[in-house]
């Protein structure tokens, strides 16, 4: 009896210890970008079926200053067709910049039923680029109709220094007319803000000191250097795949910092992330999760 108790008190001295070494983030790249058109609310809807823990997704500003879900600030050819239903051609895709258009004009377009090269498995139907306030109720609605976990939310804020008043606002007005949905929608507490421009975390992490962030990587630079140009220490350390290995999984976590690599497609490429101890996954086939072996989530 003494034994069995002296195990229940280890047991649950190491057991909190556990559960967090385990947690692991399931994010969906766009909401499902692989199986449906990215950032619509059908492919949002569809990764919460799938089973996801956080719903990745873009946000650009229209002229009428809407936030609305979109990877580009303009109309990108491999996947929109005008209102008129025509294709958009590579070279002119920049000339439909969404920052000079009013929300009411950029709904008409279709995103979701053009075949996408890249992605010859997606659903096609009839889409349009909605307003974050529409996903985040449509989200919300979903889940508490059918029983499901609340998600996160990642949001991403798509600024380059080139395209300040070009094609969005300045960094601080941008982060601000994302944090005012947020805030309204009273989710601010299941959000982590993302972004490559550190002008954007920055921006967060002064105004808003308690919101998660994410620094997100893409070329193959010093962990610690861009940790001292952000001048903060995020919640997550966000790098394109190919640049994770175990050196920089370890300098993460010693930095107090998790680490969720993008965007992981194949359950290869998973399970050895996975094995590298990394924290969670963006992948754009969030259905892939199911079949690799994944830490509890606590």
Known sequence: MMMKLKIAILLALTLPFAANAQSFDKQGSRGAR???????????LRALDLGVTTLGMNVVISKDNQV?????PYFNNEISLTPAGKPIPLKDERSFNMYKMDYAEIKKFDVGSKLHSRFPGQQKYKAYKPLLSEVIDSVEAYVKLHKLPKPNYGIEIKTVRKGDLEFHPEPGEFTQLVMDVVEKKKISKRTIIQAFDVRSLQYVHEKYPKMRTALMIDEKEDFENNIKDLGFTPTVYSPYSVLVGKGLVDRCHAAGIKIIPWTVNSPKEIQYMVGLGVDGIITDYPNLFSGVDLPVKK
Do not use: C
């Open 34 to 44: 692989g199986l449906m058109p990215e950032n619509t609310i059908g492919g949002m």
């Open 68 to 72: 609305v879900l979109s990877h580009e």
